[in-house]
C-alpha cells in the first residue's frame, strides 16, 4: 500500500474510523511479522511480539503527528519493543560466530548419521542457519542489518527508527555485514565452493541433535508472500557482484504472518 494512502488510514484511525482501523491493521501485519521474526528468530515468538506491538500500535495512535510516515513510525514502535522483549528461543545464551562455527564443525564430523534424502530438509536448514547467523549479531547490529537489507530502509529511514545519526546507521550495517560475509565465506558452501559445510551435510546431525523435527518444520512450510520482481533481480544482481553471501541471507522467503497471528488479532481489536 502507498506511504500516503496508509497515513491517511492512520489519521482516519485516529479519528475513531473503525474501518480504516482494521485497515492499517491488515496493512502493517506482515511487515511488523517480518521484523519480528528475523529479530526473534522462532515463528512462535515472532507471532507473540508481532500481536504485542499492534496493540502498542493501535493503543497509541493518538501520539502519531505525521512528521514522518506511518510505517516509519510503526518501525520504532516495532523496534522500541524488540530490543526489551525476552530472549527468545533461539536466542541461546553464549551465541556468537565462534560458538556457531563449533556447532557446524560437530554437525560435519557426526555426518554419519542416517537422514532421509528430502529437499524440504535441506531447505529448512538452510533456513534456519541463516536465521542463526543473524541471531550471532547483537540486538543493535541486527536490528541495523534487517532495516537495510530486508526491510530496505534507507540510511535516513534506518537511522531514525534507531534514533541514531545516519553515519552511525551505516557504521552498524556495514559492521554486521562485515561479520555476516567473513563468516559465510569462510564455513558456508552456498557462498564458498571451498567451504566444507554443506545444508544436506547437516540434515542427519541436526535431526540427531534435536535441532531439527522432520515433522513440524519452523521455516521451510511457513506462509510466505510472492517475490515481487524488483528483490528477485536483487538478489541476481548481488550474485553477479559475487555477494553471494548477502543473496543467499535475502534469498529466505518473504514470510507472512500466520492465520493464527491474524485471528488473534482481530479478537484483540474486537474486544477492544
Given at each position: 500500500m502507498a506511504e500516503r494512502s496508509l497515513d491517511d488510514l492512520a489519521k482516519r484511525a485516529a479519528g475513531g474510523d473503525r474501518a480504516a482501523l482494521e485497515a492499517l491493521v491488515r496493512a502493517i501485519?506482515?511487515?511488523?511479522?517480518?521484523?519480528?521474526?528475523?529479530?526473534?528468530g522462532h515463528p512462535a515468538d515472532a507471532a507473540d511480539?508481532?500481536?504485542?506491538?499492534?496493540?502498542?500500535?493501535?493503543?497509541?495512535?493518538?501520539?502519531?503527528?505525521?512528521?514522518?510516515?506511518?510505517?516509519?513510525?510503526?518501525?520504532?514502535?516495532?523496534?522500541?519493543?524488540?530490543?526489551?522483549?525476552?530472549?527468545?528461543?533461539?536466542?541461546?545464551?553464549?551465541?556468537?560466530f565462534e560458538a556457531f562455527q563449533g556447532m557446524l564443525e560437530a554437525g560435519l564430523a557426526a555426518e554419519a548419521h542416517?537422514?532421509?534424502?528430502?529437499?524440504?530438509?535441506?531447505?529448512?536448514?538452510?533456513?534456519g542457519c541463516t536465521q542463526t547467523m543473524l541471531l550471532c549479531l547483537d540486538r543493535?547490529?541486527?536490528a541495523a542489518?534487517?532495516?537495510?537489507?530486508?526491510?530496505?530502509?534507507?540510511?535516513?529511514?534506518?537511522?531514525?527508527?534507531?534514533?541514531?545519526?545516519?553515519?552511525?546507521?551505516r557504521?552498524?550495517?556495514?559492521?554486521?555485514r562485515r561479520r555476516l560475509r567473513a563468516f559465510m565465506e569462510a564455513h558456508c558452501g552456498l557462498v564458498s565452493e571451498a567451504a566444507a559445510c554443506r545444508c544436506r551435510r547437516q540434515v542427519?546431525?541436526?535431526?540427531?541433535?534435536?535441532?531439527?523435527?522432520p515433522h513440524h518444520l519452523l521455516y521451510a512450510l511457513h506462509p510466505a508472500r510472492?517475490?515481487?520482481?524488483?528483490?528477485?533481480?536483487?538478489?541476481?544482481e548481488a550474485i553477479e557482484r559475487a555477494l553471494r553471501y548477502l543473496a543467499v541471507l535475502r534469498s529466505r522467503p518473504d514470510y507472512a504472518a500466520p492465520e493464527s497471528v491474524r485471528a488473534r488479532i482481530r479478537k484483540a481489536l474486537a474486544d477492544a
Open positions: 501485519t506482515d511487515d511488523v511479522y517480518r521484523l519480528a521474526i528475523r529479530m526473534l511480539a508481532c500481536q504485542e506491538i499492534l496493540v502498542k500500535v493501535v493503543t497509541h495512535l493518538g501520539s502519531f503527528r505525521g512528521e514522518s510516515g506511518v510505517r516509519t513510525w510503526v518501525w520504532k514502535v516495532a523496534i522500541n519493543h524488540l530490543a526489551t522483549v525476552r530472549r527468545s528461543r533461539r536466542e541461546l545464551p553464549g551465541l556468537s542416517e537422514a532421509p534424502e528430502a529437499p524440504i530438509l535441506e531447505e529448512e536448514v538452510k533456513l543493535e547490529h541486527r542489518f534487517v532495516l537495510s537489507e530486508v526491510m530496505d530502509l534507507s540510511s535516513e529511514e534506518g537511522a531514525e527508527v534507531l534514533g541514531i545519526s545516519p553515519a552511525a546507521f557504521k552498524r550495517v556495514s559492521r554486521a542427519g546431525p541436526s535431526i540427531a541433535a534435536g535441532l531439527l523435527d510472492a517475490r515481487t520482481n524488483p528483490e528477485v533481480r536483487r538478489a541476481y
